[in-house]
Structure formats: C-alpha cells, structure tokens
C-alpha cells in the first residue's frame, strides 16, 4: 500500500508560479519504493468531476498533459526520494481547485490518464488564483 500526502497548496495571483509536492510512503517493504508506480496529478472544483492535469511513467521517462496545462505545467518525480512534483506556471484562474496525487501500480512504463487507473490517493491540497 501507498500512503500520498500532498503540499504546496495556496493563494496565488494570475500568472504567479507554484509547485505542489507529494510525499509517498510504502506500507510494505519493498527496495524499489515508487519506481513500480506510475504517478498522476489530477483536480477538482466543487460540483464537477475530477479531471486529469498529468501524469508520469514509472521511470519518469514518460509524462503526458491534459490540453488545458500543456506548456505551462510539468511533472517530474524523484525515485530515490519517494516524491512527485508539479511545477505550475503562468497560473490562472481556471486552475483554482483541489489537487491530488495519484499512484497507479504498473508493470509497464505507461502513464495512466484514467481516474480509474489509479490505485492510491492523497487527501488534496487547494489551489486558489486570483485574478
């Protein structure tokens, strides 16, 4: 089992920069920590589904973005650390929301973009942008 605690969350203006990080801990023992897991950031807004922001492949050798972040955001993982991160850049408004990460069991060097893939998640952290 996988245990994610997001940070990094806040208010921010438009245009402003943030990073989210999230910490992963491993229940069992196991000497490849989250290399096995492909790792997801998604977000959601009061009302509406949850919707996929990025994801990253086991190795980190593979990210793909949805369109809205294409270009402003990015994804990037640190194995030995057992962390995800999300560098959000020229924030706006529309990305105000709770954000989570996401680990997903893998076998193969994919990067799930389905909310039904994954298998692990954290308790969320706000991002609000103001305009």
């Known amino acids: 089992q996988v245990q994610l605690v997001e940070s990094g969350g806040g208010s921010v203006q438009a245009g402003d920069s943030l990073r989210l990080s999230c910490a992963a801990s491993?229940?069992?023992?196991?000497?490849?920590?989250?290399?096995?897991?492909?790792m997801g950031w998604f977000r959601e807004v009061p009302g509406m589904e949850r919707e996929f922001v990025a994801a990253i492949s086991r190795s980190g050798g593979k990210t793909y973005y949805a369109s809205s972040v294409k270009g402003r955001f990015a994804i990037f993982r640190d194995n030995i650390k057992n962390m995800l991160y999300l560098q959000m850049n020229s924030l706006k408004p529309e990305d105000t929301a709770v954000y989570y990460c996401?680990?997903?069991?893998?076998?193969?060097?994919?990067?799930?973009?389905?909310?039904?893939?994954?298998?692990?998640w954290g308790q969320g952290t706000q991002i609000t942008v103001s305009s």
């Open positions: 491993l229940r069992t023992l196991s000497t490849s920590g989250i290399s096995t897991y492909a």
């Open positions: 996401a680990a997903d069991l893998r076998y193969n060097d994919y990067t799930p973009q389905s909310r039904s893939e994954y298998d692990y």
